[in-house]
């Protein structure tokens, strides 16, 4: 039996893909329609959103919250990955490294940003993925992306032989990478960094504590109802029947006053209609999810 539309909110183990834990869900679900909200990298573990039947369509949104991150960055040496998987390409003692220029260096990546991903990343560079360049010698050049860092905090620091490994927790937008602030403050400290742990604590409504590992998935599979995980994940809209009518056939209505950023459109049965978005002086359907 094939499972219901909605969100599996996955706990993702290190060691695997991001597909690699779509692929299993395409299993556990018995359907090809699974995608997955914003990547994690294989070292990476923690809260990974995924999508089944209908809520793939929901997943492109929810991508664009906010997210936040436990990590540790090693100063003292830097990776071609800017993370544990990578090979050490330079090595500077950190021991010189107070924790008041620590402290300095992490504010001034707090804030609105603009950051260079990593070269080993998805980014695509003429059509290509940018980690396939620089695997294969030819690392491209990036150019550097606003993103806000809204909370960047060392919460403990270990010191060994010439290393300083710094616990830390990251609140950041959409498109920020945190392989990016481990590499720039080794820069800024003039060591190198990179991360050795990472784990995505949440993404937007959804949190590590909501998540199940793929073996708990295997035993219960846990499908949140897709209008349950719309009105977790974005603003209600109350609508009449005729509006519901209306978006339920891609129709517009006139603006409402729900600012910016989408909204789940719900008709007075409670039923999901449409995720909508308000533009000028209309209010149209990102996506229609009405039966």
């Given at each position: 039996?094939?499972a219901?539309?909605g969100?599996?909110i996955?706990?993702?183990p290190?060691g695997m ?5 779509v692929?299993?869900v395409?299993?556990?679900a018995r359907?090809?329609r ?8 294989p070292?990476a573990t923690g809260?990974?959103?995924v999508?089944v039947?209908?809520a793939?369509?929901l997943?492109g ?9 436990s990590?540790t ?7 071609d ?8 390409v330079?090595?500077t003692p950190a021991?010189d490294?107070?924790?008041?220029d620590l402290?300095?260096?992490v504010?001034?990546?707090r ?12 980014v695509k560079?003429?059509g ?11 690392a491209?050049?990036l150019?550097?992306r ?7 905090s060392?919460l403990a620091?270990?010191?060994?032989a ?13 498109g920020?990478?945190i392989?990016?602030?481990a590499?720039d403050l080794?820069?800024a400290?003039g ?7 990472l ?10 504590d909501?998540?199940?590992?793929l073996?708990?998935l295997a035993e219960?599979?846990?499908?949140r ?11 209600r809209?109350d609508v009449?029947?005729?509006?519901a009518?209306?978006?339920?056939h891609?129709g517009r209505l006139?603006?409402?006053?729900l600012?910016?950023g989408?909204?789940?459109?719900f008709a007075p049965?409670g039923?999901?209609?449409a ?9 149209r ?7």
């Amino acid at each position: 039996m094939t499972a219901p539309d909605g969100l599996l909110i996955v706990d993702k183990p290190g060691g695997m893909t991001s597909h690699d834990v779509v692929a299993r869900v395409r299993r556990l679900a018995r359907t090809r329609r699974v995608g997955h909200a914003g990547t994690l990298d294989p070292m990476a573990t923690g809260v990974l959103v995924v999508g089944v039947g209908k809520a793939t369509r929901l997943l492109g949104h929810l991508a664009l919250t906010e997210k936040e991150y436990s990590a540790t960055i090693r100063l003292g040496q830097a990776t071609d990955s800017d993370d544990a998987d990578g090979a050490i390409v330079a090595a500077t003692p950190a021991d010189d490294v107070g924790d008041g220029d620590l402290a300095a260096a992490v504010a001034a990546l707090r804030g609105e940003i603009r950051q260079v991903p990593p070269a080993v990343s998805a980014v695509k560079v003429g059509g290509q993925r940018a980690y396939k360049l620089a695997r294969a010698g030819d690392a491209p050049r990036l150019e550097p992306r606003a993103v806000t860092v809204r909370e960047f905090s060392v919460l403990a620091v270990r010191r060994q032989a010439g290393l300083l490994d710094a616990d830390a927790r990251v609140t950041c937008s959409s498109g920020t990478y945190i392989r990016a602030l481990a590499r720039d403050l080794g820069a800024a400290l003039g060591t190198g960094g990179h991360l050795t742990r990472l784990r995505r604590t949440r993404v937007g409504p959804y949190r590590e504590d909501d998540a199940r590992t793929l073996g708990q998935l295997a035993e219960a599979l846990d499908v949140r109802p897709l209008a349950e995980a719309a009105a977790a994940a974005f603003p209600r809209f109350d609508v009449t029947a005729e509006q519901a009518e209306r978006l339920a056939h891609g129709g517009r209505l006139p603006a409402c006053g729900l600012g910016e950023g989408p909204a789940a459109a719900f008709a007075p049965d409670g039923s999901f209609i449409a995720l909508v978005t308000e533009e000028a002086d209309v209010c149209r359907p990102l996506a229609v999810f009405a039966p």
